[in-house]
């Protein structure tokens, strides 16, 4: 098996085939050239793991060549050689992104070495480079939907605070991408290459909360029959991610603070302080103020995390994100079924706009995954979407029900109620023309000129509802 395929180029005939030779029998894969069109050529044409390039050759200098390959393939490093009068030249082709340089003559296990040296950069860059695309497609911001405007105000936010180490406090309903959102924020921050760590509080009971939390020592309680680390330990040097604290018992807040204040904390059943390096972001979808006026969370815990706020707002308030969101889920859900499912007709469309959506995203998720699920058809039908689940009561009029019927007091004036829907529609025709003003005037039976005017009024951006390049994470 070859250790990697190298194009070296000399026109000094003798010394190239002394230098093949000495490659192939080290287990190399070689291609020789005299003359550096054929180098480029052969370059463009086939996959080079390294060049090597002489210095000084007949038509042009190694330099300009070595600048050819890089315009070729930037990936592919080149080790120069160069006569011993020409190391300026040589540390200049170095300055210009030469990997290294071997003054001639040189020993055979020199070149030999520079070679292993080079191949295991490439290699390690290579790897970087994949882990860094993993990551933009995971969590980068501008693959996470943010068409409204009220999204992308949380993404300037995060953007803004993400390599600061202030505590975090995200608020959403159930379903809004809180734990995208926070690692969003790890992965732009400075702690990135250190561990994520994440743990819903309302899924333990309070003995095995603070185990979770601080880790315990072994015989700390019964079936304890060894010690463990804790999250705030595993998560040292990074994010601690708090899910739903506001489910967090009181004798636990009152531990959490003091980590947040002190920096240390004791493991359960320990009297030896533990010291750690941790940010922390908490989120909940419980209004935590009310809570400390019930008497249930601490204020002083509140004030300690909730030095930076981030709203995430309900799918009903950013219906402008709703046809990205579905597009991305049916190709996640097609891709995970081995189906070939291309869209949804209008009205299922339309009955998605119209939806109040209590889950959010993660119920639209479901609803997708449904859909792609039932149908049999590249296009999914209407009796698909939302199956057993009712719209608004009013979906035709593309107003929301009252939930308590009969109260005056939650009723909007008809004004009110009127620019609402009249926004409401205009965020529907726009997303399913994908932004294009004449289709969407069509649509509303309007002249362009009054539907312009009609954008302008309730402040939307026709250039906001185009198909964004890049694809959409879910939470």
Same mark, same amino acid.
């Given at each position: 098996m070859s250790l990697g395929k190298i194009l070296i180029?000399?026109?000094?005939?003798?010394?190239?085939?002394?230098?093949?030779? #000495?490659?192939?029998? &080290? =287990?190399?894969?070689?291609m020789a050239a005299r003359e550096e069109d054929h180098a480029v050529a052969a370059l463009k044409a086939g996959a080079? @793991?390294? *060049?090597?390039?002489?210095?000084?050759?007949?038509?042009?200098?190694?330099?300009?060549?070595?600048?050819?390959?890089?315009?070729?393939?930037?990936?592919?490093?080149?080790?120069?050689?160069?006569?011993?009068?020409?190391?300026?030249?040589?540390?200049?082709?170095?300055?210009?992104?030469?990997?290294?340089?071997?003054? $001639?003559p040189f020993e055979p296990r020199?070149?030999?070495?520079?070679?292993e040296r080079a191949l295991e950069n490439r290699n390690l860059n290579s790897e970087i480079k994949r882990l860094k695309v993993l990551l933009h497609e995971q969590f980068d911001f501008a693959n996470i939907i943010a068409r409204s405007a009220k999204m992308r105000s949380v993404l300037d936010v995060v953007t803004r605070i993400a390599k600061l180490d202030s505590t975090v406090h995200i608020h959403g309903e159930s379903g809004t991408g809180k734990e995208l959102i926070a690692k969003a924020i790890h992965l732009a921050s400075? #702690?990135? @290459?250190?561990?994520?760590?994440? !743990?819903? *509080?309302?899924? !333990?009971?309070?003995?095995?909360l603070e185990s979770e939390l601080f880790g315990h020592e072994k015989g700390a309680f019964t079936g304890a029959v060894k010690s463990t680390r804790?999250?705030?330990?595993q998560a040292h040097g990074g994010t601690l991610f708090l899910d739903e604290i506001g489910d967090m018992p009181l004798s636990t807040q009152s531990k959490v603070l003091r980590v947040l204040q002190e920096r240390q904390f004791y493991p359960v059943g320990s009297e030896v302080p533990i010291e750690v390096d941790v940010r922390v972001i908490a989120a909940t979808n419980k209004d935590l103020?009310?809570?400390?006026?019930k008497g249930v969370f601490r204020d002083d815990l509140f004030y300690r995390i909730h030095v930076i706020p981030i709203f995430l707002p309900p799918l009903r308030d950013r219906k402008e994100d709703i046809v990205p969101l579905v597009e991305h889920f049916l190709k996640k859900c097609s891709q995970q079924m081995k189906k070939d499912v291309k869209g949804i007709v209008p009205e299922g469309l339309r009955k998605l706009m119209l939806h109040e959506w209590p889950g959010n995203v993660r119920e639209l998720e479901n609803t997708v995954e449904y859909s792609v699920a039932m149908t049999q058809k590249e296009i999914v039908t209407e009796e698909y979407i939302?199956?057993? $689940?009712?719209?608004?009561?009013?979906?035709?009029? =593309?107003? &929301?029900?009252?939930?308590?019927?009969?109260?005056?007091?939650?009723?909007?004036p008809l004004k009110d109620a009127r620019d609402a829907f009249e926004r409401d529609y205009l965020v529907q025709v726009l997303s399913m023309t994908d932004g294009n003003v004449s289709q969407a &005037?069509?649509?509303?039976?309007?002249? #362009? &000129?009054?539907?312009? @005017?009609?954008?302008?009024?309730?402040?939307?951006?026709a250039d906001d509802f185009k198909k964004p390049k890049s694809v959409a994470n879910s939470p």
């Open positions: 180029v000399d026109d000094d005939a003798n010394l190239l085939e002394l230098i093949a030779m #000495r490659l192939e029998s &080290a =287990g190399y894969d070689v080079f @793991d390294l *060049c090597i390039v002489d210095l000084m050759l007949s038509n042009r200098d190694g330099i300009t060549l070595m600048e050819e390959f890089r315009a070729v393939n930037p990936e592919v490093p080149t080790i120069i050689l160069t006569a011993h009068g020409s190391i300026e030249n040589a540390v200049e082709a170095m300055r210009r992104g030469a990997y290294s340089y071997l003054t $001639k020199d070149l030999l070495l520079q070679i400075h #702690r990135k @290459d250190k561990p994520f760590v994440a !743990l819903n *509080c309302a899924a !333990l009971p309070e003995t095995l804790g999250l705030f330990t103020e009310e809570l400390v006026k939302l199956q057993g $689940k009712s719209v608004s009561s009013e979906a035709g009029h =593309g107003l &929301a029900a009252d939930k308590q019927s009969g109260s005056d007091d939650t009723m909007k &005037a069509k649509l509303a039976g309007k002249y #362009r &000129a009054d539907f312009y @005017d009609l954008l302008k009024k309730h402040d939307l951006k």
